[in-house]
């Protein structure tokens, strides 16, 4: 099929903002694949349009789709927006007609507010060019022309942002705010919330006895991960676990691991290949990564071990968790067993690109909002520090926390290579040595001798050798303190 010399360039947001206000496990799962269905939506009538699908490459997924979308054709801008804006409304109304259907006993007058969300939650770009640059550079200065309406809220709020109204049967009430019985409004939502857990859907994953109330969008991400709405969206292939019960121990006081990681430098590797291919390459690259994402590296996340929550390409997000991890160094020695292997399961999508991980291993009580504004701040300090590398944050009940981070070819030799002055592994040892130094002054910031004679004390001549050549001299003395810290809460065996 002739397809024209025409590019078109499609995005839509927020998509950060979206993943972020998510409360639990599941509803990460929720906004995944809601993000997913959208991205796969618009590929799908593109190609109904005539177009070809350049990137991303289309997998069997319904998890890890990217938003970023390019095609060769030319894809209208009104059929293109109408399409995508038809298949959010979709999820609104198959949800909302779920509730109503179940819960009949209720006289609903939310429907306005429900419309609200399905015209104004996402931003849509487009933009189209001679080449694959020229229509990305087109859609960049579309995104600094925004247009879009944001829903302002009156009265109750939602438990999670206090930004969006909660949800429930009589949030569109024409009354005036002064005028209700707001006591009345607090049981009539609690009512309303304990009975939607008694049903099919409540069941299944809801808080009994209306303790949790959800806004708009929260409960979409909610409900689309539950199969039957999943099937009714024409989604057969939903990867969801049967159960987050094992999978919510931040709610037990006990520590897990999140990480999220994105491929570097991609651009310019992408711009070094022959530029009489764009198209190809950038189709090729996009279902090498894909396929890695799909069949590399979610199976090689244990079940037992966590779960890789998405995978669009060389962007992922994923959680460990150690049954019973009462203390960091529990989980800590699980996940480092894991990425200390992980460079091998990146090099398996064969293209000569590093990647940079953000690695978060939190306290039970931090909300998982705030633990991903942290992965995404460790990922960038990874980028920041010199890429191809893992930034290890701990992150403790309160907000405060250590970091450290090191190359990828470092890592296990570095954390296992430590040994006390008993030849053990107690990293107490040095992490004591640290502390007296630090409240003598003795790391003065004008040199690294300290910080080279305490590697050389704890790890062998080699091995400091190595470091000293990979860390730069300036930074070497803080990196050799927050190795100290780090260590100790990691991989201390004692």
């Known amino acids: 099929m002739a397809v024209g010399n025409m590019f078109t360039s499609i995005t839509f947001a927020p998509i950060q903002g979206f993943i972020e206000k998510s409360r639990k496990l599941r509803d990460l799962y929720g906004s995944s694949f809601i993000l997913s269905y959208l991205a796969r939506g618009i590929c799908e009538d593109g190609m109904s349009a005539g177009c070809e699908v350049v990137s991303p490459a289309l997998l069997n997924v319904a998890q890890g789709t990217p938003n970023q979308i390019i095609l060769r054709g030319s894809y209208p801008y009104q059929r293109a ?3 995508f804006y038809n298949r959010w409304k979709q999820i609104c109304t198959v949800c909302r007609e779920w509730i109503e259907y179940h ?21 849509f770009f487009w ?30 709020s939602s438990t999670l942002s206090g930004a969006d109204a909660i949800a429930w049967y009589g949030m569109g009430e024409n009354t005036a705010p002064h005028h209700r019985d707001w006591g009345e ?18 069941e299944a994953f809801m808080e009994g006895e209306g303790r949790e109330q959800l806004s708009i969008p929260e409960l979409i991400k909610r ?3 539950y199969q039957p709405i999943a099937q009714r969206l024409g989604i057969e292939k939903l990867d969801i676990p049967a159960s987050f019960a094992d999978l919510s121990r931040w709610q037990e006081n006990v520590w897990t691991v999140w990480f999220q990681g994105d491929g570097d430098n991609i651009g310019s590797y992408l711009m070094g290949l022959p ?17 890695w994402g799909d069949r590399t590296l979610r199976p090689s996340l244990h ?12 962007d992922f997000l994923g959680v460990i968790f150690g049954k019973q991890a009462k203390q960091s ?8 067993e894991w990425f200390y292997r992980f460079p091998e399961v990146w090099r398996k999508h064969q293209r000569p690109i590093t990647v940079s991980v953000g690695l978060v291993v939190s306290a039970g009580g931090v909300p998982q909002r705030d633990i991903l504004q942290h992965c995404k701040e460790t990922e960038q300090m990874a980028k920041s520090k010199g890429k191809d590398r893992l930034a290890i944050r701990i992150l403790f009940n309160g907000g405060n926390y250590l970091q450290w981070h090191c190359p990828w070819n470092l890592l296990e030799e570095v954390l296992t290579g430590y040994s006390d002055r008993e030849g053990g592994k107690n990293w107490g040892h040095i992490y004591s040595d640290v502390a007296v130094l630090e409240q003598r002054r003795a790391f003065d910031g004008r040199d690294n001798q300290i910080a080279k004679a305490l590697l050389s004390i704890y790890w062998s001549e080699k091995v400091t050798e190595r470091v000293a050549g990979k860390i730069g001299e300036q930074e070497l003395t803080d990196w050799t303190i927050n190795l100290a810290k780090v260590g100790w809460h990691l991989c201390s065996s004692t």
């Open 303 to 314: 079940r037992d071990l966590g779960r890789i929550i998405y995978a669009g390409g060389d």
């Open 329 to 336: 160094t529990d989980v800590g020695r699980i996940c480092l």
């Open 103 to 123: 819960l009949p006993q209720y006289s609903y007058t939310w429907k306005r507010d429900w419309d609200l969300w399905s015209n104004y939650a996402w931003e």
């Open 223 to 225: 409900m689309v991960t």
């Open 185 to 202: 409004v607090s049981r009539s939502i609690k009512d309303f919330y304990t009975q939607m857990s008694r049903t099919p859907l409540g």
């Open 81 to 83: 927006r109408e399409d």
């Open 275 to 291: 530029s009489a291919e764009e198209a190809k390459n950038l189709h090729d690259f996009s279902q090498a990564l894909m396929e």
């Open 127 to 156: 933009a189209e060019g001679a080449t694959i640059g020229e229509a990305r550079r087109n859609i960049a200065k579309r995104k600094q022309e925004r247009d879009w309406v944001g829903v302002n809220w009156a009265g109750e």
